[in-house]
């Protein structure tokens, strides 16, 4: 039995994470942090717990987490840092869901996020977790730094195209749409449902942190001598909890030499248990990868013309998230990678 840590349990992604590993049939959750909550039972703050987790909020202790085989870190950006140097040394394996170690660039990292990195020694050792494209090292990682929810939803999308240099890479179009659990837990105004219902509307649209993590993980899988990838990416919110809806916009390098893009799609995805290449003329929706670590994706060329469009959608929690996470813990310790994520979005 695998036991686990999590630092920083009380969110989204914390309680999305522990939904998951408490049904999981090879992991134990031994330690869940949280300093404000310390003393609190989970199943106190998170009542759909009750009867699958016997286990109270503690302080961050290194020594506890060290006893762990596999600590995860569902904190905000900034935080993992501080703790990741003395778990590294203990030889614990990390997955952070933050962005701390996604972006391999300290410098940028600090320009989109607005802080000096405080562990700039450990980001070269990260391993950027999407197992679509980093499975290998993914298994022998230490560090791997879970993908973000727009970032997962993006790349997924994006990847056929610009691993056959098909597209203009310096020209794409991401505009993609969250549910109001993207934003995290704490209280804002702008979160209320009263100004969340009944509306939709963009944001960040001078440029979102995201964006460097979207374009570094295309241009890791762009061939030798293609444009290097760049993106204009606008987010939006929508009225509902949770769940992404990515409409992906590329031009055609060639429009007169273009494969069969739908072969394209169901070839690269033939092998990925959470990718789910639609039939032709089929729209993914949010609905149906609810509570699932499903992404599901549809590609468009309309009118035959030299724009293609893909949609993407994922579960922001799960897929985008907490779900991802599971699945590269289960491919860092050997396990089935569907373990404790075989899971059928409910409908309606």
Known sequence: MIKAGIVGGTGYTGVELLRLLAKHPDVEVAVITSRAEAGVPVADMFPNLRGHLDLAFSEPDVDALAACD????????????????????????????????????????AEWYGQAHGCPELVSEAVYGLPEVNRAQI????????????????????????????????????????????????????????????????????????????????????????????????????????????TLYAQLLDASKVPDLQALYEQRYADEPFVDVLPVGEHPQTRTVRHSNMCRISVFRPQDRDTVVVLSVIDNLTKGASGQAVQNMNIMFGLDEKAGLDIVAPLP
């Open 70 to 109: 596999v600590v995860f870190f569902a904190t905000p950006h900034g935080v993992a840092q501080n703790l990741m140097p003395e778990l590294m040394a203990r030889d614990i394996r990390v997955v952070d869901l933050s962005a701390d170690f996604r972006i391999r660039d300290t410098g940028l990292w």
């Open 139 to 246: 298994r022998t990682a230490r560090l791997v730094a879970c993908p973000g929810c727009y970032p997962t939803a993006a790349q997924l999308g994006l990847l056929p195209l610009l691993e056959n240099d098909l597209v203009d890479a310096s020209r794409l179009v991401v505009n993609a749409a969250s549910g109001a659990s993207g934003a995290g837990r704490q209280a804002k105004v702008a979160n209320l449902v009263t100004e969340v219902s009944d509306s939709f509307k963009a944001y960040a649209a001078h440029g979102h942190r995201h964006l460097p993590e979207i374009e570094q993980g295309l241009r890791d899988i762009q061939p030798a001598g293609a444009q290097m990838a760049r993106l204009t990416f606008v987010p939006h919110l929508l009225p509902m909890i949770r769940g992404i809806h990515a």
